[in-house]
Nanobody, 132 residues
Framework: VQLQASGGGLVQTGDSLTLSCAASGFTLDYYAVGWSRQAPGKEREGVSCISSYDDSIDYTDSVKGRFTTSRDNANNTVYLQMNSLKPEDTAVYYC??????????????????????????WGKGTLVTVSS
């Protein structure tokens, strides 16, 4: 059972990048999938979440209109399409999956002690660097 995030890299301001979160050993469609990021010296921040119930999607305000999350069930993958990237988007991006929950539950799973969301599976982070 594994969740793998990939697709990070070095881009310039205004460029686009697509991150992938691929699952193996379980069916990702049954899971809510959240993307979060952590910039150097900052707390982890939730970026987006796609629900397992109805594929409704929530975005944090700073990425609304620029980032898009989608599922590809044929490839057991969730994508994070990032457009109009800004230097403040620079961070390590993580994907995580939680079985059959809403995004409200995902947000509510935030643990201030661990500074993390309580999710079933986590992928290793992928670094996104946006140069100015």
């Amino acid at each position: 059972v594994q969740l793998q995030a990939s697709g990070g890299g070095l881009v310039q301001t205004g460029d686009s990048l697509t991150l992938s979160c691929a699952a193996s050993g379980f069916t990702l469609d049954y899971y809510a999938v959240g993307w979060s990021r952590q910039a150097p010296g900052k707390e982890r921040e939730g970026v987006s979440c796609i629900s397992s119930y109805d594929d409704s999607i929530d975005y944090t305000d700073s990425v609304k209109g620029r980032f898009t999350t989608s599922r590809d069930n044929a490839n057991n993958t969730v994508y994070l399409q990032m457009n109009s990237l800004k230097p403040e988007d620079t961070a390590v991006y993580y994907c995580a999956a939680d079985y059959w929950v809403s995004c409200t539950a995902v947000v509510g799973s935030w643990d201030p002690l661990t500074q993390n969301y309580d999710m079933d599976y986590w992928g290793k982070g992928t670094l996104v660097t946006v140069s100015s």
